[in-house]
């Protein structure tokens, strides 16, 4: 039987719901039973034998969704693999270097055990919510950085290391 992993995101407008479907698309496609949910709209991790947990940055934090979700469901967390990743930088920059996670993230990192923490770029496009987000897109500042091919990378690298842990069992 496959692992059975969540991807559990808080996002505003979109964009790092869209990462969360990818990750999980690779691992289904690797052979886990992996499915993407509205971190707000989960009920418990005890199901899952994995998860990974994205948040979209803003203002220097994970989302309220992605925050909430960890600190809820923080001793099961514990209790099982966890990955995070943060999607937010409106430039290049997360494709051209490791940017490490908020403090509020290395926190919970830290208090979970959780294997590894990966940054990937964000995207703030017309229409966005929030005036601040307006007023970004509106003085140049939006774009999509995502690199789909550096989240595919890290999804598959991610479900290896689960399949191959299943397999010595």
């Keep these: 039987m496959p692992a059975h992993v969540l991807v559990a995101y808080g996002t505003t407008n979109g964009s790092t719901a869209q990462i969360a479907e990818a990750v ?4 289904a496609k690797a052979g886990l039973a992996a499915e993407a949910q509205p971190a707000a709209s989960v009920d418990g991790v ?3 034998d994995a998860v990974v947990v994205g948040g979209g940055l803003y203002a220097g934090r994970w989302h309220k969704d992605a925050r909430r979700f960890v600190r809820r469901n923080r001793r099961a967390l514990a209790e099982r693999p966890v990955w995070f990743f943060s999607s937010g930088p409106l430039d290049p920059s997360a ?3 490791d940017i490490p996670p908020v403090p509020g993230v290395r926190r919970a990192m830290d208090r979970l055990g ?3 923490h990966v940054t990937f770029g964000g995207c703030l496009q017309e229409g966005a919510k929030g005036r601040l987000a307006r007023m970004l897109v509106r003085n140049g500042k939006g774009g999509d950085f995502r690199d789909f091919p550096a989240i595919e990378a890290w999804a ?3 479900a290896g290391e689960l399949i191959g842990e299943r397999e010595d069992r």
């Design 46 to 48: 005890t199901r899952y």
């Design 156 to 158: 598959a690298r991610v």
């Design 95 to 97: 494709s051209e270097k």
């Design 114 to 116: 959780a294997r590894e």
């Design 24 to 27: 999980a698309e690779v691992m």
